[in-house]
Antibody, heavy 124, light 107 residues
């Protein structure tokens, strides 16, 4: 059974650093892009970026490039989302998301598995 | 970047109704579109991928169609568990954007 299990809720102050995690199991971790989706309170879904753990190829949405770092440790099948200096506007639920390809395995077609979400609250 | 718009933003409907939502892309995305359902406090759930392929385990009352720039998601007979927010996502090119969502509420 495919599972993505995320780390727990965090409460931080502006300017602090943070790294949240997403552990994948039940599938070949190095063969699927795994990424992050932000959902601010009462708002929609925003695709942040993802990483291919097999070769560490990483893509970011321009909206998040330079604001966060996505990484993965394939030895422990875990992906990470990291901030060096949090802002109040980073308050949101963050979902990790496994992206899958179609039958020909040539193009991405959807996010087929999601983590349970990690609530990050940034407040002074 | 490709922008997605969804209409309506909000839809009030009754159990048993046939409902249709639309997702429009700012440029052609072939059939690289997925639909998700999200209930409050829960992670999204994949319903449809490649514009019209039903994800395994999803009830057949859900269907998707379209290609290029205009796509639709139809629920043939709305059930109580279908009251939720529905998002489309394009996977044709980076960044893989989501639409703003359509919220379905009980009339």
């Amino acid at each position: 059974e495919v599972q993505l299990v995320q780390s727990g809720a965090e409460v931080k102050k502006p300017g602090e650093s943070l790294k949240i995690s997403c552990k994948g199991s039940g599938y070949s971790f190095t063969s699927f892009w795994i990424g992050w989706v932000r959902q601010m309170p009462g708002k929609g879904l925003e695709w942040m970026g993802f990483i291919y753990p097999g070769d560490s190829d990483t893509r970011y949405s321009p909206s998040f490039q330079g604001q966060v770092t996505i990484s993965a440790d394939k030895s422990i099948t875990t992906a990470y989302l990291q901030w060096s200096s949090l802002k109040a506007s980073d308050t949101a639920v963050y979902y990790c998301a496994r992206h899958t390809t179609g039958p020909l395995a040539d193009r991405l077609v959807a996010v087929d598995y999601w983590g349970q979400g990690t609530l990050v609250t940034v407040s002074s | 970047d490709i922008q997605l718009t969804q209409s309506p933003s909000f839809l009030s409907a009754s159990v048993g109704d046939r409902v249709t939502f639309t997702c429009r892309a700012s440029q052609g995305i072939s059939s690289y579109l997925a639909w998700y359902q999200q209930k409050p406090g829960k992670a999204p759930k994949l319903l449809i991928y490649a514009a019209s392929t039903l994800q395994s385990g999803v009830p057949s009352r859900f269907s998707g169609s379209g290609s290029g720039t205009e796509f639709t998601l139809t629920i043939s007979s709305l059930q109580p568990e279908d009251f939720a927010t529905y998002y489309c996502q394009q996977l044709n090119s980076y960044p893989l954007a989501f639409g703003p969502g359509t919220k379905v509420d009980i009339k």
